[in-house]
């Protein structure tokens, strides 16, 4: 009996510690696509030539930046009201959110410096 009661506490815990990463991860987002895709387009156009396409669409996404600002006040909204946040599947999925944040995150980063080693050769 107390194993069980230990498990629900640890996926209790593990789920507030990823709701607060993946609220952090929305907005740190949106705080990278408002402020520093806009440095790094205006220095490609500065530079002239064709850019590759995964730097196309960051720059593209660059333009909805509030979008992650939306939908990070929702997912707040919606722990905040409801249990389903507790439960084993919610944060398995958390944690599925978080990683697809992780490699948001490396894929901007590559798609800002494909450019700069593409003109280097």
Same mark, same amino acid.
């Given at each position: 009996?107390?194993?069980?009661?230990?498990?629900e506490?640890?996926?209790?815990? #593990?789920?507030? /510690?990823?709701?607060? %990463?993946? *609220?952090?991860? !929305?907005?740190?987002?949106?705080?990278?696509?408002a $402020?520093?895709?806009?440095?790094?387009?205006?220095?490609?156009?500065?530079?002239?030539?064709?850019?590759?396409?995964?730097?196309?669409?960051?720059i593209?996404?660059?333009?909805?930046?509030? #979008?992650?600002? /939306?939908a990070?006040? %929702?997912? *707040?909204?919606? !722990?905040?009201?409801?249990?389903?946040?507790?439960? $084993?599947?919610?944060?398995?999925a958390?944690?599925?959110?978080?990683?697809?944040q992780?490699?948001?995150?490396?894929?901007?980063?590559?798609?800002?410096?494909?450019?700069?080693?593409?003109?280097?050769?």
């Open positions: 009996m107390k194993v069980s009661g230990s498990r506490k640890i996926i209790q815990i #593990l789920g507030w /510690v990823l709701k607060g %990463l993946v *609220i952090i991860g !929305f907005f740190s987002v949106s705080s990278i696509l $402020t520093i895709i806009p440095i790094f387009e205006k220095m490609f156009a500065d530079m002239g030539g064709q850019l590759p396409a995964l730097t196309q669409f960051f593209w996404q660059a333009r909805f930046w509030w #979008l992650y600002v /939306v990070g006040v %929702l997912f *707040i909204g919606s !722990f905040l009201r409801t249990a389903v946040f507790q439960r $084993t599947s919610f944060v398995m958390l944690a599925v959110l978080f990683l697809g992780v490699l948001f995150y490396i894929l901007m980063i590559l798609a800002m410096y494909l450019p700069i080693f593409r003109l280097k050769s």
